[in-house]
C-alpha cells in the first residue's frame, strides 16, 4: 500500500505536456461541432477546439487561411465512409465569450459568436437578430458547459491523439478532437448552438459553406466576421469574404501541411506539402514575403541560420487560377548542443518494506521521436566500490519502470544485460559485478510523455543504502535541437534528516532551471499526509553552495530569484503552484554543463517527505 501511495502522488503532480493528450477549451475559443440526427454516430458528438475567436476576427479584406485538414479516418470512423453525402449529417461553429469575463478583443460579455448556412454558396446568409441582453446571457449559460465540466464539455474529453486516427490541426489553432457519448437528451452539439437551427449539410461537391456572426448584448445587428468552407475530402478553410467559395470551389485542397522545425544552426531544414488539383504551381513565402526560385513542392533551407528564422506559408494555384494558401508554420534555429538535464540520482537510506518514486518527462518544443533511457537501482555496488561497508547497503534492490500508470517492465538482478553493460558504458555510470543483485532497466524507445519508476526491495526484510538513477542514455553525437530533453525529472522521498539528490547538466549551452522542494502543498493541495512541513534547500556544485532557499515567498541573497519570478516559472513548466507565502522552498538557476546536488533538510519542525523536482524552463 505504500508504494501505491508514493507513485499515485507523483503522478498526480507530475509535469504536463504542452502537446495534451485532452481537448481543452476556454470561453471565447470557437467550437466545430458535428451532428448527426439518426443513423451511425446519433450518440456522438465530434468537436474540434478551433482556438480564440480572436484569429478569425479584425483580419484584412480578402484574408484566406486554412485551418486544418480534418481527419477524414476520425469522420469515417464516427458517421460512416458516407459522411459527406448523408442528409442527417450536420455542422455547425460556436463560441461564447462568457457571463463573468470578457472576450480577447474586450467584447461584453455573453458575447457569442456563430454560424448560419448559405443557403446559395457565395452569397452571404441572412444575419440572425441577437436576442435580448437576458437571451444572450441564457444562450451564454448554455454554451458554457463546451467548456467546463457538465455534460458535453471539451476538457477532459478524450483526443484522437489517443485513438487510432490523429487529427492535423493548425498548431497555431490549438485544436484538437474530442468525443463525447450524448446519453441524455439536450447534449448533442444542436444543444450549444441555441442561436440559430440550421446547420449546414456537409457537401460531396465543392464546398459547404457558414458565416460567421458576432452578436454583442444590446446591440441591434450581428456583424459577419467571415465564412468557413467545409469541402468532402475534410479541408477546413475561414475567408473574410463570403464570395470566396464561390468562385474557388474548384480550388486546390491541401492534403498534407507543412509543419513546423526546430534544427540547429548550419543543419538544413525541409518543408513539404501535399495538395490535390490539376496544373498545381506553387511559391513559398517567409514572413509573407515570397521567397525567389522557392516553387515546388518542397522547400529546402541549406545550412540554416537565425537570419533563416521565421513564419513560412506557400501558396498552391492550379490551372484555372484558383489558389489556397497554407500558413502558421515557423522555423527556429536551436543550439547543435542545447543545454540539458541529462541525470538524476538520489543516494538514501531505506528502512525493510520501504519504496520511493522517480518521475520524468521527456519532451521540448520543436523536438520529436523517442529516446533511449537507463534507470537504476545500485545496492551491492556500493559495497564492492568501497563507499560502504557490506552490511550496510541494500542487498537485493528493485526497479519496477512505468509508463504513466502502466507498469512497463521491472528487474531485480540485473542479469549481465549486454544492453544494460553499453549504456553503462555511454552514460559514464560505474560498472556492476557480473550476476549481482544491482538492478537497471533499459529502455531504447522511450516516447515523448511522463514516465516514473518505483525503486523497492525485492526483500520485504532488507534494509540499508541504495542510490537509485535515471540517465538520458541518447549518443553525444546524435543529439541536437530536435531531440527530447529530459523536462522535469524529480523523486518523492521521506527526507529522514537530509536527502540529498544530484543531477547533471549536460551541452554546450546554460540551461535555466526551476528547482522546488515541496512538502506543505503536498499536504494542502494534494492532502498527502507525513509530507515535511518546512523544508530547506541548498544547491551545491561540489562542494560549494551556489544557491539556497528556505521559504520561496521570502527569497534571501544577492541574485536570489524573486516570488514573481519563481511564480512566472513555475507557470510556464509545472502542472501545480506551490502554496502562496508558504514553507515550500524554490529556486531558479542558470547553470552550465556539470554535476550539482541538491541538499534537503528541515529548517524546523519535524521530517517527513518531500518531492523534489527539477524543471528545465523554456525561453531562456
Known amino acids: 500500500m505504500k508504494n501505491f501511495s508514493l507513485k499515485a502522488i507523483l503522478l498526480a503532480v507530475s509535469i504536463a505536456l504542452p502537446v495534451s493528450a485532452q481537448v481543452s477549451a476556454t470561453n471565447s475559443d470557437l467550437i466545430l461541432g458535428f451532428r448527426a440526427n439518426g443513423g451511425q454516430g446519433q450518440n456522438v458528438n465530434l468537436e474540434v477546439n478551433l482556438g480564440s475567436v480572436s484569429q478569425f476576427k479584425g483580419l484584412a479584406s480578402g484574408t484566406t487561411q486554412i485551418i486544418s485538414r480534418l481527419s477524414v479516418a476520425d469522420l469515417i470512423a464516427t458517421y460512416g465512409s458516407g459522411w459527406a453525402t448523408r442528409t442527417d449529417l450536420y455542422w455547425g461553429i460556436v463560441g461564447s465569450a462568457g457571463r463573468v469575463s470578457k472576450g480577447p478583443g474586450g467584447e461584453s460579455i455573453a458575447t457569442l459568436w456563430a454560424t448560419r448556412a448559405q443557403e446559395v454558396v457565395g452569397t452571404k446568409s441572412t444575419a440572425w437578430t441577437p436576442g435580448s441582453r437576458n437571451a444572450q446571457f441564457s444562450a451564454s449559460s448554455v454554451i458554457e458547459t463546451l467548456y467546463q465540466g457538465a455534460p458535453g464539455s471539451l476538457n477532459g474529453a478524450k483526443a484522437s491523439s489517443n485513438s487510432a486516427y490523429a487529427a492535423s490541426i493548425n498548431a497555431t489553432l490549438a485544436g484538437s478532437y474530442g468525443y463525447q457519448d450524448s446519453y441524455q437528451s439536450g447534449v448533442s452539439f444542436g444543444f450549444y448552438n441555441p442561436t440559430i437551427n440550421d446547420y449546414v449539410l456537409a457537401d460531396a461537391s465543392g464546398y459547404a459553406v457558414s458565416d460567421l456572426y458576432e452578436s454583442q448584448p444590446d446591440n441591434t445587428d450581428s456583424t459577419y466576421l467571415g465564412s468557413f468552407g467545409l469541402s468532402s475530402s475534410g479541408a477546413l478553410i475561414f475567408s473574410t469574404s463570403a464570395s470566396y467559395f464561390a468562385s474557388n470551389a474548384g480550388a486546390p485542397t491541401i492534403t498534407t501541411q507543412p509543419v513546423s522545425q526546430a534544427v540547429a544552426s548550419g543543419s538544413n531544414a525541409t518543408f513539404s506539402v ?347
Open 274 to 620: 501535399a495538395a490535390t488539383g490539376s496544373g498545381l504551381t506553387y511559391q513559398w513565402y517567409k514572413n509573407d514575403v515570397a521567397i525567389s526560385g522557392a516553387t515546388s513542392s518542397t522547400l529546402t533551407l541549406a545550412a540554416v541560420t537565425s537570419l533563416n528564422a521565421g513564419n513560412y506559408s506557400v501558396k498552391v494555384t492550379n490551372a484555372s487560377g484558383a489558389s489556397i494558401t497554407a500558413t502558421g508554420f515557423t522555423l527556429s534555429i536551436g543550439v547543435a548542443d542545447p543545454g540539458r538535464l541529462s541525470n538524476l540520482s538520489v543516494l538514501t537510506q531505506m528502512a525493510a518494506d520501504d519504496a520511493f518514486t522517480f518521475g520524468y518527462v521527456i519532451g521540448g518544443s520543436g523536438t520529436k521521436g523517442n529516446k533511449p533511457m537507463l534507470m537504476r537501482a545500485s545496492g551491492p555496488a556500493l559495497a564492492y566500490l568501497k563507499y560502504f561497508n557490506t552490511s550496510e547497503v541494500l542487498s537485493d534492490p528493485t526497479v519496477k519502470f512505468y509508463g504513466g500508470s502502466t507498469l512497463v517492465s521491472q528487474n531485480s538482478g540485473w542479469a549481465n544485460d549486454q544492453n544494460i553493460i553499453t549504456a553503462n558504458t555511454l552514460t559514464g555510470a560505474f560498472p556492476f559485478q557480473a550476476d549481482s543483485k544491482d538492478s537497471a532497466v533499459y529502455v531504447s524507445a522511450a516516447p515523448i510523455g511522463q514516465d516514473s519508476l518505483v525503486i523497492g526491495g525485492a526483500s520485504k526484510t532488507s534494509a540499508g543504502w541504495t542510490i537509485a538513477e535515471v540517465y538520458d542514455a541518447t549518443p553525444l553525437s546524435q543529439f541536437n535541437a530536435t531531440t527530447p530533453r529530459l523536462l522535469n525529472v524529480s523523486v518523492l522521498k521521506n527526507v529522514g534528516p537530509s536527502i540529498t539528490v544530484g543531477f547533471t547538466v549536460s551541452g554546450s549551452s546554460k540551461v535555466q532551471l526551476l528547482i522546488r522542494a515541496a512538502g506543505p502543498t503536498l499536504g494542502s493541495t494534494f492532502n498527502y499526509a507525513g509530507a515535511m512541513a518546512d523544508p530547506k534547500m541548498s544547491l551545491y556544485s561540489g562542494l560549494t553552495v551556489i544557491a539556497s532557499n528556505d521559504d520561496w515567498g521570502t527569497p534571501v541573497g544577492t541574485g536570489a530569484a524573486t516570488a514573481a519570478e519563481i511564480t512566472a516559472a513555475t507557470t510556464r513548466t509545472a502542472p501545480w503552484a506551490l502554496a502562496t507565502g508558504g514553507k515550500d522552498s524554490a529556486l531558479l538557476v542558470s547553470l552550465g554543463a556539470g554535476g550539482y546536488t541538491v541538499q534537503v533538510t528541515a529548517a524546523t519542525g519535524s521530517t517527513g517527505s518531500a518531492l523534489i523536482e527539477i524543471y528545465e524552463v523554456p525561453g531562456l
